[in-house]
């Protein structure tokens, strides 16, 4: 299993800048790589790195994106002078040349397939291309928006031809639309391209009407192509207009501050669950490439979003979830130089395996966010089957281009001035990883390759009353037991090797879960955290919930569903469950992610009592995506001794990218319409549930 995380760089490519003026490049400079170079080096993380050398491209690599008479073109600047540079810059739009860009385009390029090179033949297993000049922006015959070549698409092209593999999800989170992938790919079904990008109704840059969420791809790539436009700032201008008359700077500022002009983390996330991962699962890619601009991180000069860096940490932790884990990252945009570093540093430690850090105050998807989340839903509802129930009642029609309202100009100068003054945010918390990463405790003969790498829990003694006095019930006869109430012993040293941060996550093999999931219940309640999402995998309720909100029960089980009101307790039931691999997964992204965010836990307990209700690949992806809780600690309870899931339990605690849950069939209708139910319950108390917009249907 290949492990390990590249990182390139080479500053020669800092060695190229604007040599004249011209506003809208002055913001792609140098010192953009130099600042995240030097915050990798500073958190210690690129000496955790492996260092790979840049290359320059050769010509041929080139060619697979772009013409020969571009790529003639291109090779004529080095030899420009300034006055040359500069008329060839006017043919292109919002971008410039310099002598040595196209020495620095050519190691972008090569950087990039350096990344996937050692990614596809195992020798790192995902990694990050410190890259300028950034690529998505220019096509086949023209560069664009500071894009010379287009590093991503000549990477997946590369990768389809030199490794033979035929789906490629690209993941373009730059808060521009790179319609330089869109154009190349648009007929291609091999290449899933997905980006969300500022839009305001074709008024922000490049100004595209097929920027717009039905462009979805043409001929064999329809469905292929997946725009998310953001369209929240047109909103702005009318409450703007009516109170600059009265409005001084201050207030002005004071009403930017209030409010949010940009999207915000729980936009972001909102749409990984509702409309890329289930099409991602669905896709099922065999590598992903991800055009990680930063301009969509708050600070921005461009993007002008809320969301801060720490969020970039879990995009990654998500997307690593699939195609065994294959990641190439790498750099497009990103202009506020310390929103850009803390980003790449938040990018890049969590490929290292670094548990994401904590995410508070998540709430619901802004009006216009779910506005654009259902229009996408809608329009590829005909190419994937997970989009098959969508709600799609309110299909706005697409590029209603607003009319220009009169001040607008006036109100958005305002807007850019008063809030670039006042935009501040904390710095990401740090995410320390306990030296050791899981601890396990298990009966005798259990020996594994994978366990080996664990490390070996002894379990504490405990009488009958001292459980008794924990579980708050007299003792309960099962404590007889001597096998229960050493299990239970099993579970308090686990937990305490969490708390005193020596151990980030355990499993432990119990004969009786379920009181081993009560009492890890409540001994994590006393001594680690006041909030404890319990995942339970089996037909028996383990737990009375209070209603008090410190423990959030999400049962996954066969039978019929019980009747409940209580919004910290979420029956799943699904038929047929183990084969309907499609719905469980349904029900984790559209169900179990968004309330663990919502929820925001200390501790996760994630509880197989019934192995038969998932697969062991189902249940390790589920392992997997639940580290993105409470900074990794996961405690994994497993009755019974079945090999197979003990394995990917501690494969998966260990960072072990769980294996691609292959192709996946449509999911049971009568599951979906389960999954449904409980998401229309809860989301008027879990916004993240939410995928519609106003008058919800
Ligand atoms: N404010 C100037 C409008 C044009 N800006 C071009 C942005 C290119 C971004 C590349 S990621
Ligand atoms: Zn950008």
Known sequence: MASGTALLYDEEM???????????????????????WEALHNAGLSGRCIPLPVRQATEEEIL???????????KKTPDMSLEELMTFTQQYG????????????????????????????????????????????????????????????????????????????????????GQGLQYCFEEDPQVLYFSWHRYEHQRFWPNLRESDFDSVGKGMGAGFNINLPWNKARLMAPYFRGLLEHCDQKCLTWLLASLQVGMDSSDYLSVFFHVLLPVAYEFNPELILVSAGFDSAVGDPEGHMCATPEIFGHLTHLLMSLAGGRLCAVLEGGYNLTSLAQSVCQT???????????IS?????????LESIQSVRAAHQQYWVCFKNADVSLWPDPGTKCSRLEGDTQAEEALKEGEMREIVWPEPPSRLAPPIRTGVTLPAGLEDDVLTSCFRVTGIPLTPNQVAKELWHPAVPELKDEKVLQSLGDILSLLKEIEKKEVRNGLAVVPN??????????????????????????NEAPVELQEDGRVMLIQLCSTEPVETKSKFYV?????????????????VLSLLLPLAYGYDPGMILAVMADCSLVGAVAWAQLIGLLQSFAQGHTLALIQGAEKEIIRVTAASLLGE????????????????????????????HWGLLQTTGEDHP
């Not at 697979?64 to 291109?74: K, R, T």
């Not at 105050?361 to 966010?369: D, K, R, T, V």
């Not at 029956?571 to 029900?587: E, Q």
Request: proline content about 6%.
């Open 64 to 74: 697979l994106a772009h013409s020969q008479e571009y790529l003639e073109a291109v």
């Open 513 to 538: 879960v379920s009181l081993a999931a009560t009492f890890g219940v409540q001994h994590a309640l006393t001594s680690l955290t006041d909030r404890v999402l319990l995942v339970f995998l089996g």
């Open 348 to 358: 890049v430690q969590t490929l290292l395996g670094d548990p994401p850090s904590r």
């Open 571 to 587: 029956p799943i039931c699904l038929k047929k469950s183990s084969s309907d691999v499609a719905g469980f997964l349904h029900a």
């Open 14 to 36: 800092t060695r190229y800048k604007l040599l004249w003026v011209d506003p809208a490049c002055k913001i792609e400079v140098p010192e953009r790589l130099t600042v995240s």
């Open 361 to 369: 105050g998540l709430s619901s998807p802004c009006e216009s966010a």
């Open 657 to 684: 990218p769980a294996s691609t849950l292959g192709p996946l069939g449509p999911p049971l209708s009568e599951n979906v319409k389960a999954v449904e139910k409980e998401r229309q319950r809860l989301q008027t």
């Open 94 to 177: 919002d971008v410039y040349f310099h002598p040595n860009i196209y020495h620095c385009a050519k190691l972008a390029v090569g950087a990039s397939l350096q990344l996937v090179d050692a990614v596809m033949t195992g020798k790192v297993r995902n990694g990050l291309a410190l890259v300028r000049p950034p690529g998505h922006h220019s096509q086949r015959s023209e560069a664009s928006g500071f894009c010379v070549f287009n590093n991503v698409a000549i990477a997946a092209l590369y990768a389809k031809k030199h490794f033979k593999i035929q789906r490629v999800l690209i993941v373009d989170w730059d808060i521009h639309h």
